[in-house]
């Protein structure tokens, strides 16, 4: 069974904290994708990766960074957490393949930053 | 550059009512694929389907059905005799055909049933 994994489902934060947020998956997919969804805001794109050491900002990439060091972990990287970054963050991957478009997401994190 | 555009931003229905939910898509690229994903309370996104733009057959599964119609660029959701159950946020989402294309999302539809 295909798999992305975040390392937290509730994660509790102080402001001003550096604070990582992990997804792994299982399935040697090339893309990986950080979102952050808001109640009436849907889910934004953050970053996303084609491959080892790649990132691209997406819509949202503020106050965030990322790091791909290994083709199956994604880190969404929050230097200094503000409470405005108070959100779920939803990672997910696909094959880089045109006409594969299927694209597998993890359960979620729900930050708070107090 | 894609957009997906979910006008109805909350639907209440009782429940065994017919609800259909709206989509409307933007993309300038010929090859194209259109999802539905529900995602519950407890926060996971769930897969329901998805469509390639060359493929405009409507689909139906059990109690729920998609209406694509590319003239109109929508992609409609209907659930028949809903169900509490059915209570959760709607995306609707598009991705173009490029490898290096990511998901865009609607804001989102939230419904919910009452008994």
């Known amino acids: 069974d295909v798999k992305v994994t975040q390392s937290s489902r509730y994660l509790v934060k102080r402001t001003g904290e550096k604070v990582f947020l992990e997804c792994v998956q299982d399935?040697?997919?090339?893309?990986m994708f950080w979102y952050r969804q808001d109640p009436g805001l849907g889910l934004r794109l953050i970053y996303f990766s084609y491959d080892v050491k790649m990132k691209e900002k997406g819509d949202i990439p503020e106050g965030y960074s990322v790091s791909r060091e290994k083709k199956e972990r994604f880190s969404l990287i929050l230097e200094s957490a503000s409470t405005n970054q108070t959100s779920m963050y939803l990672c997910a991957s696909r094959v880089h393949t045109p006409g594969m478009p299927e694209a597998f997401f993890g359960q979620g994190t729900r930050l708070t930053v107090v | 550059a894609q957009k997906v555009t979910q006008a109805q931003t909350e639907i209440s229905v009782v429940e065994k009512e017919d609800v259909t939910l709206d989509c409307v898509y933007e993309t300038r690229d010929t090859t194209y694929y259109l999802f539905w994903y529900k995602q519950p309370p407890s926060g996971e996104l769930v897969f329901l389907i998805r469509r390639n733009s060359f493929d405009e057959q409507n689909e139906i599964s059990g109690r729920y059905s998609w209406n694509f119609q590319k003239s109109t660029s929508s992609f409609n959701f209907t659930i028949t005799a809903s169900q509490v159950v059915d209570s959760a946020v709607y995306f609707c989402?598009?991705?173009?055909?490029?490898?290096?294309?990511?998901?865009?999302f609607g804001k989102g539809t939230m419904l919910l049933v009452s008994p």
């Open positions: 989402a598009s991705l173009e055909g490029s490898g290096y294309s990511t998901l865009t």
């Open positions: 399935m040697d997919h090339e893309n």
